[in-house]
C-alpha cells in the first residue's frame, strides 16, 4: 500500500500540530520556565562564591563625574610653549613611545590650520588663525566610526561620552585607523618599550600589535584629577561637561565663536577650538 | 620474517628515543615551587584567602580588567572590608613586590606564560636598606 501525497500531508499536518501543542509545548511556555536564565548566578557571585567573603566592587569616590565630557582649546591661549607642555605631561603619564619616522605613536600633537580644518580652505583667513599650530588629539565623537567598525568591540564608548580602547581586547586589525577621519590613532607596529623615554609606573604600555590613542585621560578622572594635558596646558586646554550648562566650558562656547573638526562627517567631535 | 635484525634493530632505537624524554628525566622531579611571601611587615593578608588566590586570581584579575576598563570601577572592598585600588602593578605587585620569586615561582613551574607583563610594568625590586 503506497501513501499518496494528500494522505502525507495530513499525516504530516497532524504530527506537526500534535508535536507543538505537546507535553514539551506546555513546559516550555510555563510561566516562569523561559525566566531561567535569569536566575543564573551574576558574574560577580560566581567569581566570588560566598565562602570566600562576598566582595563588593565599586567606582572611586572622589571621581569626577559628567554626563558628556568635552574639551575647548582657547587658540589665543595656546601658545607653542603651552602646546609642548600638554603634549609632554600626555606623553609621560601614558607612557606614549617616541619612535623616529613614520611608526611614531600619537596620542596628541601639533598639526597646522591647513590639516585640521581643510574644509574651511580660505586664502584670506586671519594669519594668525591659519599660520597657528592647533593642538589635536581624539575628539571623543558622539558618533565615533572607530567603535562601529571595531570587530572586537575592543573600542566602545562609554556612557560619558569618552571613545575608550580595551588594549585587551585589541586584535590589531586598524579598521578602527581607516574608520577615524582624525587620524587620532595610531598602531604598535613594534614593541614600544624601547623608546620611551622614561616609564610612568602608574599606567601600562601597550604592546605590538594594538592600536591606540587618547583616552581623555579616563584614569586621571577616576581618581578625581583633570586630564593631563589640560592641567599642563596653562589654561589653554579647558576639560569639562557638555552637558552642564553651567559649566566653565559651556561659558566659553556661549561667548567665543567656536569650531569643530571635520563637522559635515556626522561625528560630532567634541573637542572645540575657540579662534 | 625478511630483514629481521634490521627491523628489530630500528624497533629498539626507536623505543629507545620516543622514550627517552620519560627515562632520561627519571628521579629529577621539578621541585614543588615555594612563592616567596611578602614580610609579615608588608602584609599579613591578601585581597581573598589563601585558596581562592591560588586557584582563582586569574579569573580574578579577569574581573578586575573588565571593571577598570570597562565600568571605571576601580575600588575592591574585600570580605574584610579594606579597600584596594584594582590594579595589577600598583596593588598586587606592591606586596608581592618580586615577581620573581612569587609569580615566575608557579608560573615556570605549570610553564604557563601570562601575557599580563607585555603591557604592565614591573615595579623594579626595591632596595633593601
New interface residues.
Given amino acids: 500500500m503506497g501513501v499518496d501525497r494528500r494522505k502525507f500531508l495530513k499525516l504530516a499536518g497532524v504530527s506537526a500540530a500534535l508535536g507543538l501543542g505537546g507535553a514539551t509545548g506546555f513546559q516550555l511556555l510555563r510561566p516562569g520556565a523561559l525566566d531561567a536564565a535569569e536566575r543564573m548566578p551574576t558574574?560577580?557571585q560566581m567569581?566570588?562564591p560566598k565562602e570566600?567573603?562576598?566582595?563588593?566592587?565599586?567606582?572611586?569616590?572622589k571621581?569626577l563625574q559628567g554626563r558628556r565630557w568635552g574639551m575647548v582649546v582657547d587658540m589665543r591661549k595656546l601658545t607653542p610653549a603651552s602646546a609642548r607642555a600638554a603634549i609632554e605631561a600626555c606623553n609621560y603619564y601614558h607612557n606614549v613611545p617616541q619612535i623616529p619616522g613614520k611608526q611614531n605613536i600619537k596620542w596628541i600633537w601639533t598639526a597646522p590650520y591647513v590639516n585640521v580644518f581643510p574644509e574651511t580652505e580660505n586664502p584670506w583667513a586671519d594669519p594668525d588663525i591659519k599660520n597657528a599650530q592647533f593642538i589635536v588629539m581624539c575628539n571623543h565623537c558622539d558618533n565615533p566610526p572607530c567603535v562601529r567598525v571595531c570587530p572586537t568591540k575592543a573600542t566602545?564608548q562609554?556612557e560619558d561620552g569618552i571613545v575608550?580602547m580595551?588594549?585587551?581586547r585589541c586584535i590589531g586589525c586598524r579598521f578602527c585607523m581607516a574608520g577615524c577621519p582624525y587620524g587620532s590613532r595610531s598602531f604598535n607596529f613594534r614593541d614600544p618599550r624601547p623608546f620611551i623615554k622614561k616609564?610612568y609606573?602608574?599606567y601600562?604600555?601597550?604592546?605590538r600589535g594594538v592600536v591606540e590613542k587618547c583616552n581623555f585621560c579616563?584614569e586621571r578622572l577616576?581618581?578625581g584629577k583633570l586630564p593631563a594635558c589640560a592641567e599642563a596646558s596653562g589654561g589653554a586646554m579647558v576639560f569639562g561637561d557638555v552637558d552642564d550648562a553651567g559649566s566653565e566650558l559651556r561659558q566659553l562656547l556661549r561667548k567665543r565663536y567656536s569650531i569643530r573638526r571635520k563637522p559635515n562627517l556626522g561625528t560630532s567631535p567634541q573637542v572645540y577650538y575657540l579662534v | 620474517m625478511y630483514d629481521k635484525g634490521k627491523i628489530i634493530t630500528g624497533l629498539v632505537i626507536f623505543l629507545a628515543i620516543f622514550t627517552y624524554p620519560l627515562w632520561s628525566n627519571m628521579g629529577k622531579a621539578a621541585p614543588v615551587p615555594k612563592p616567596e611571601l611578602p614580610p609579615k611587615s608588608v602584609a599579613t593578608q591578601c585581597?581573598?584567602?589563601t585558596q581562592?588566590m591560588r586557584t582563582?586570581h586569574m579569573?580574578?584579575l579577569n574581573?578586575w580588567?573588565d571593571?577598570v576598563?570597562?565600568?571605571?570601577?576601580?575600588?575592591?572592598?574585600?570580605?574584610?572590608g579594606k579597600s584596594y585600588?584594582?590594579?595589577l602593578?600598583?596593588t598586587c605587585l606592591e606586596c608581592h613586590s618580586d615577581k620573581v620569586k612569587f609569580c615566575d615561582q608557579c608560573h615556570n613551574y605549570l610553564a604557563v606564560a601570562p601575557?599580563c607583563w607585555?603591557?604592565?610594568?614591573v615595579?623594579k625590586p626595591k632596595e633593601k636598606k
Fill in positions: 558574574p560577580y567569581v566570588f570566600h567573603g562576598a566582595a563588593e566592587i565599586m567606582p572611586n569616590p571621581r566602545f562609554r575608550m580595551d588594549m585587551h616609564e609606573p602608574d601600562p604600555t601597550r604592546t579616563a577616576a581618581v | 585581597i581573598a584567602d581562592y582563582s579569573t580574578l574581573t580588567r571593571d576598563v570597562r565600568m571605571a570601577d576601580r575600588v575592591y572592598v574585600s570580605a574584610s585600588n584594582m590594579s602593578t600598583n601575557f607585555d603591557c604592565h610594568l615595579p
